[in-house]
């Protein structure tokens, strides 16, 4: 069993910059291949971003170079750095480890002036 725990969402301006983290119980953490995924009102969840046990990323294409994804496997924590926000990246993000059922509650984000 995982729990994952999100934290770092709220309000922002358009421009502005967040950080979000989730971090995951038990030992095995550095070998999930961990996620970011949003759910914007009245939308399907979508993938933001992934990154393996080994580092290698991948991003929506949205979101490609304005947010960053990255883990420490000494704190069982994944991050999702997120600059230049949009309104359109207003949505719960939850924390996924792929291929598993493993997911977070998730964090509100708001970006609006």
């Known amino acids: 069993q995982v729990q994952l725990v999100e934290s770092g969402g709220g309000l922002v301006q358009p421009g502005g910059s967040l950080r979000l983290s989730c971090a995951a119980s038990?030992?095995?953490?550095?070998?999930?291949?961990m996620a970011w995924h949003r759910q914007a009102p009245e939308k399907q969840r979508e993938l933001v971003a992934s990154i393996t046990s080994g580092g290698t990323t991948n991003y929506n294409s949205a979101v490609k170079g304005r947010f960053t994804i990255s883990r420490d496997n000494v704190k069982n924590t994944v991050y999702l750095q997120m600059n230049s926000l949009k309104p359109e990246d207003t949505g719960v993000y939850y924390c996924h480890v792929e291929l598993t059922g493993y997911w977070g509650k998730g964090t509100l984000v708001t970006v609006s002036s």
């Open positions: 038990g030992s095995n953490f550095r070998l999930y291949a």
